[in-house]
């Protein structure tokens, strides 16, 4: 994959590009991620469209978050790459990445598909807001992790000490400083129903099975769902919340053949 980089509002932003033909599908990824870890996702969706992978701001080689930094810049950071881009577009978005896709479609005539896998809404974490701010603006980006684990994905100890032995931990700790921001952000945007729900294009949402139902982002996924009553509902089996970490072969083959369904019907 090459590096593709465009400026907004004086920010440099980059993103991974794989060359194809037909509609361009633009990854949206989370927070705690990057473009480099949904290239495995990319590889296996195996269809011949081009793919763009963003690296959202706040995270290297894209530029910072900036003032005033709010769900409304990654919409406008969004809408600059399908400008970029020039050609219709499917969106497909990851957590955080999944409501700035589906926020930024209701936006502009550019996008032709929404995909979103566990989309989240407020309230989501933000408890956890003050102690993030805290741990970061003190430097101890380890304890950033900590609580981003267990106050807001609410995985176990045992789970987080095992994590923090992987060599997957001093990437998190990168993450995780604009992740209060972030979360703070989330929390503070309010879509507006009528435009969700009027959005006119086709939206499938994904939720693994392991998240289904439970918190927190089984009920995100619900709250999300009930906005976009239309959306087609796809669960992945026996996956939770980071399956482009724990499964990306599986999740780029289900995304690949909910490409491949919905190109049949609008090419």
Partial sequence: ??????????????????????TPLVVVPGVMTDAK?????????????????LDRRGRAP???????????TEVLDLLAWLEWLDEPARLFGWSYG????????TRTAAVRHVIAYEPVLRPFG?????????AIASGDLDRAVEVVNLDV???????????RATPAWASLRLWAAPVAEELAAL??????????????????????????????????????QRMLADATVHILPGQGHLAHV???????????GIVADRAAVLG
């Fill in 1 to 22: 994959m090459e590096s593709r980089y465009i400026d907004r509002d004086s920010t440099r932003l980059h993103a991974l590009s794989k060359p194809g033909t037909g």
């Fill in 37 to 53: 870890g949904w290239r495995r996702v990319a590889v296996a969706v195996d269809r011949p469209e081009p793919v763009l992978i």
């Fill in 62 to 72: 894209s530029g910072q978050l900036g003032i005033d930094y709010g769900v409304e």
């Fill in 98 to 105: 999944g409501l700035v896709a589906i926020e930024a479609a």
């Fill in 126 to 134: 933000a408890a956890a807001v003050p102690t993030l701010r805290a």
């Fill in 153 to 163: 994905s609410r995985y176990s100890p045992e789970y987080v000490t095992a994590l």
């Fill in 187 to 224: 929390n503070a945007f309010a879509p507006e129903p009528e435009r969700w729900a009027g959005l006119g294009i086709p939206v499938d949402l994904v939720v693994g099975e392991q998240s289904r139902d439970g918190e927190p982002y089984g009920t995100a996924f619900t709250a999300v």
């Fill in 246 to 256: 724990e499964a990306p072969e599986t999740l780029g083959h289900l995304v690949g």
